[in-house]
């Protein structure tokens, strides 16, 4: 999930240690939900909420349907300022990529806006559905899901959920670090030829030099 330039979302200060915006940028964004709630309400319903994510965003219509579904905690077509900035919250963590973070400041938050059907755990399968929220992948997921599935009963309950969550964040910041050494590896002999070729002259061997030596 990335923002899109030139949204307003890219100009909040964002605080990435405790990701949270300033007290004056958290006014911004409460002024800027205002002007998003045409209808007075101080809410937004799912149409309103759908238009700001596809203007701020590149999500899918199904995720972002999805995504107004988890932040809809009483079930009533509708959210209001505090749902609205955790969002913006989620969206500024991805955009600084301090997600691990985010779920390490606010993982009790985290797990219950993941935790989609009310049971106080996440399974694999809701997982992998909201996983986009914080850029997981799929395949860190399937990995280790099960390893720190400690009870055995094929769900994370709130502790499980915060190791794992902070394992697929290792693993996926691994992978980048091992992409990123492989591309260096394969660069590397092009740019050390280029280097060691470089203004170097090639003296002809004695024999075809010219010059011979004289006994007496």
């Known amino acids: 999930m990335k923002l899109k330039k030139g949204a307003l979302l890219n100009y909040l200060d964002f605080d990435s240690v405790y990701c949270l915006l300033t007290m004056r940028n958290a006014k911004i964004l409460s002024d800027y939900f205002k002007l998003l709630d045409v209808h007075n309400r101080n809410t937004l319903n799912d149409i309103q909420f759908y238009h700001f994510m596809h203007h701020v965003t590149d999500l899918k219509k199904k995720e972002i349907m999805m995504t107004f ?27 600084y990529h301090v997600e691990k973070n985010f779920i390490f400041r606010h993982s009790r938050l985290v797990f219950e ?32 899901f099960y390893e720190f599935d400690v009870s055995g009963d094929k769900d994370l309950n709130y502790k499980e959920f915060k190791m794992f969550t902070m394992a697929c964040i ?47």
């Not at 049971?119 to 694999?124: K, R, W």
């Not at 002999?189 to 170097?200: D, H, K, L, S, Y």
């Open 113 to 144: 806006l993941l935790d989609m059907d009310g049971g106080h755990t996440i399974s694999p399968a809701e997982f992998q559905a909201s996983g986009f929220l914080f850029n997981l992948k799929g395949h860190a997921i399937d990995k280790i």
């Open 69 to 95: 579904d988890m932040l809809d905690w009483n079930a009533n077509g509708e959210i209001g300022f505090a749902q609205f900035y955790m969002l913006v919250c989620i969206l500024l963590c991805n955009e």
């Open 170 to 216: 290792d693993m996926q910041e691994d992978t980048k670090k091992m992409r990123k050494l492989q591309v260096r590896r394969t660069n590397t002999p092009r740019q050390e030829r280029g280097a060691t070729n470089a203004g170097v002259t090639h003296t002809p061997p004695d024999s075809q030099s010219g010059c011979s030596s004289h006994t007496d």
